[in-house]
């Protein structure tokens, strides 16, 4: 019989299931980067939108954000 750890474990395995499971559907997506900073409006390289699909901000505006 499963005591409250073994109980506790494979709770914590299924949330992570789950979540792993919702990343790689949004991964999955076609993510569409921005030509221009939703922030400052300054043109985003190209190189950034290759590297980071989706990106929204310039490196400036992101170095700010984090």
């Known amino acids: 019989m ?5 109980l506790a474990q494979i709770r ?3 949330f992570l ?3 792993l499971s ?3 559907s949004y991964a999955d ?3 569409v980067s921005l030509t221009y900073c939703e922030i400052c409006g ?6 950034r939108r290759i590297a980071i699909p989706g990106v929204q901000t310039c490196v ?7």
């Open 17 to 19: 299931q789950d979540s």
């Open 60 to 66: 400036n505006c992101q170095e700010r954000f984090e």
């Open 22 to 24: 919702a990343v790689h």
């Open 12 to 14: 914590e395995l299924d």
């Open 42 to 47: 300054e043109p985003i390289p190209e190189a």
């Open 29 to 31: 997506c076609e993510l």
């Open 2 to 6: 499963a005591d409250i750890a073994d």
